[in-house]
């Protein structure tokens, strides 16, 4: 398709640049696999190279537009799905370093580059030429002899054009185009603000007596920070979650958790250049003007048209049906916690501050486990060789440590090979904090999603970025439970990039289906025959003893209420916001969580949403706007689709892994999702089985 092109612009008198080697992101890659040049790479290339990609992709638009021929797949439909292949080459490296080690001249160029890309995809989306000629291959699709995979992209690509506004009058354009400017450049504002905010604020603790209950890994790496921020003897915990979470669990001082609690439900609320309340009403009034404008009533019910869900009622249905359960299951929890602290001899009602405090001592008590029990059987690298074995075991694949250029100095490649040793792509591994300059939580990406040239499958290059706890000095990086299963959880979205097999560019997944292939791969982490291959003592080699798996799944499912609770007010909040048909411009954003989840729902107050409306970058930030539900809605799927394995009585089974790979994992979007899963499992899955993993019923 690419040499298509090509032809099409030496037709019409037309030429894409050749890259130079003056830009090492617009010379040829003359690396192992093709991998960007990353050590080359520096700052004052970023922009000349995107702007070069934006220049070749509307050269290579203007050719389809411009060529005489009448209308076909190949010459519109195809033509198009390959364009732009520079400006894809170029964006993931930039989005992929500004997301892993940012810097404060990378976040500039973030924002002169954001309004600059919305219009670019505007002048694309919007251009009546190229419409015009997709939609005449579209009404003609059923005279020709298309296959199934081609007439979905000619049907979703004609569909991606008329909820990017195609159809609209030249006036409607313009409003569109300014919407889509100011929308991406709040979008951006509330990103950087977070991470600012996340980094800005440290807890100095110089009194020894006030680390009185934490574990000396915590309090060394809290030493080593201070160190490093040339405070020494000293003490300082920062807002990035290896340094808080364990801090609430563990802290004896109750009104020092609180401070830290109080600091990290509040960022980005605090009145100063960094507070994103103001920002937050805009961008809910500028999509909700948008939804209108396009003949929505609201914006989730224009996000969630192309989704499984398809409408906001059904997203509700499915979150109600868990809500009720969920918050017995967490009051019986609160009571629980709430006689561990009055027995404890502390008076007064339960905080939000408490909960973590007092599950881990609840648990201890009811099952004499707590998390530090288990760190030392959870070396990083002992996990990362657990999860090749389960890939190894499920699919017959391979990861072998590579030298090849890297993204940051942390940054551990490894070549992925199939079972026939086929080079299958590269993965990249990024595990650990850095405040200020990576941002919050865990994600996978990729610096190449997997395409195909020339008729040859081009592998991709697909990336781990976790904040995981760091290793102090010469010790070993010990992870907790919910670490090890964030790894698991990326490693399936890292899967399901490394399988990848199919020819177009322009079909891609719903999100509420993206989860689903991460989700699963969490089943396997506590399974007790993969926790005998990789849960070994850092100092001893000693495999977790059977006591402890027993323990582990004893109470595997403690605290599911809480955590089960505020990942669903979190997904209430999101939706809430977006099925407003008017914005209040007096919007308190503190007022409405209150309204929407204690006062409507019953939201225990002891239980704060996952993500308060100031630093919810799921939604506000984009990616999950009205789509906070996936988790959850992929949640049922996964727990279905991972029946399909305990069925045949062995988990590995491989014929189930296969057909898992081959119908969910390799297909990309070609097809229905539903579609996709009947094809695996045979039948639409049912709701149960997350509620027996949750222990919900």
């Keep these: ?47 000349p190279a995107i702007e070069e990609g934006m220049r070749q992709q509307k050269a290579e638009i203007d050719a389809i537009v411009n060529n005489p021929e009448a209308p076909t797949f190949a010459n519109t439909i195809e033509a198009y799905d390959a364009a732009g292949a520079l400006l894809s080459r170029i964006m993931p490296v930039f989005s992929g370093i500004s997301g892993a080690n940012t810097t404060p001249e990378m976040q500039v160029i973030e924002r002169e580059l954001s309004p600059k890309m919305t219009a670019h995809r505007d002048d694309i989306r919007l251009n009546e030429g190229l419409f015009n000629r997709i939609k005449a291959v579209y009404e003609q699709r059923e005279q020709l002899g298309l296959n199934a995979v081609e007439m979905r992209l000619v049907e979703e690509t004609y569909k991606g054009f008329e909820k990017s506004g195609a159809n609209l009058n030249p006036e409607q354009k313009e409003e569109l185009r300014r919407l889509n400017t100011e929308i991406s450049k709040l979008q951006t504002q509330f990103g950087q603000n977070m991470l600012a905010e996340t980094a800005a604020y440290t807890l100095t603790i110089d009194n020894e007596a006030d680390l009185s209950g934490l574990p000396e890994a915590l309090k060394a790496a809290a030493a080593a920070r201070a160190a490093k921020a040339e405070k020494e003897g000293q003490w300082l ?22 401070q830290m609690l109080n600091a990290y439900l509040n960022r980005c609320n605090n009145n100063n250049d960094k507070d994103n309340k103001k920002l937050i009403a805009q961008l809910l009034a500028l999509r909700l003007e948008k939804a209108k404008l396009m003949g929505y009533d609201n914006f989730a019910e224009m996000t969630l048209e192309d989704r499984m869900a398809k409408t906001a009622a059904n997203v509700y249905d499915l979150l109600d049906k868990l809500w009720a359960p969920t918050m017995k299951v967490a009051e019986r929890e609160a009571a629980d916690l709430q006689k561990m602290m009055n027995d404890a001899g502390l008076s007064g009602n339960l905080e939000a501050s408490d909960w973590s405090y007092y599950s881990e001592k609840v648990r201890d008590a009811k099952y004499a486990m707590n998390e530090e029990m288990l760190r030392p059987y959870f070396k990083h690298e002992n996990v990362r060789d657990g999860i090749f074995y389960v890939c190894n075991r499920l699919y017959g694949i391979t990861f072998t440590q590579v030298d090849v250029p890297v993204p940051t100095d942390e940054t551990v490649a490894y070549e992925c090979k199939d079972a026939d040793g086929t080079h299958l792509g590269i993965l990249y591994m990024d595990m650990f904090s850095r405040p200020g300059a990576k941002r919050g939580g865990a994600w996978c990406g990729r610096y190449r999603g997997q395409t195909y040239e020339n008729g040859q499958r081009v592998a991709p290059l697909v990336t781990i970025v976790c904040n995981f706890t760091r290793p102090v000095g010469d010790k070993a990086a010990l992870f907790s439970p919910d670490e090890v299963e964030t790894f698991f959880h990326e490693f399936g979205h890292a899967l399901h990039g490394l399988f990848a097999d199919t020819r177009y560019r322009g079909l891609n997944v719903p999100r509420d289906f993206v989860e689903l292939p991460s989700q699963i791969m969490e089943h396997w982490c506590f399974e007790p025959e993969v926790l005998k291959e990789y849960a070994k003592h850092y100092e001893t080699g000693e495999v977790i003893p059977l006591e402890y798996i027993e323990k582990m799944d004893q109470s595997a499912k403690f605290g599911e209420g809480f955590r089960t609770a505020e990942y669903l007010a979190a997904s209430f909040l999101d939706m809430d916001y977006h099925v407003l048909t008017a914005v209040p411009e007096d919007l308190n954003l503190a007022q409405f969580e209150v309204e929407v989840l204690n006062n409507k729902r019953g939201l225990i107050t002891q239980i704060p949403p996952r993500y308060r409306t100031t630093y919810f970058n799921h939604t506000m930030g984009g990616g999950y706007t009205a789509g906070y539900y996936s988790y959850i809605w992929a949640g049922v799927l996964d727990c279905d689709a991972y029946q399909a394995f305990v069925e045949t009585g062995d988990i590995f089974d491989q014929t189930t892994a296969a057909k898992f790979r081959k119908e969910i994992l390799e297909r990309g979007g070609d097809d229905d999702a539903m579609q996709m899963y009947l094809n695996f499992r045979g039948k639409e899955p049912a709701i149960e089985p997350l509620l027996d993993n949750r222990g919900l019923r």
């Design 1 to 47: 398709m690419k040499n298509l092109l090509l032809m099409l612009l030496a037709a019409l008198g037309l030429s894409a640049s050749q890259p130079t080697n003056d830009n090492p992101l617009l010379a040829e890659w003359n690396t192992p696999f093709a991998i960007p040049p990353f050590e080359q790479i520096k700052l004052e290339h970023y922009m």
């Design 237 to 258: 915990f920062g807002l990035d979650n290896p340094s808080i979470m364990p801090f609430l669990q563990y802290a004896d001082n109750r009104d020092l958790r609180r």
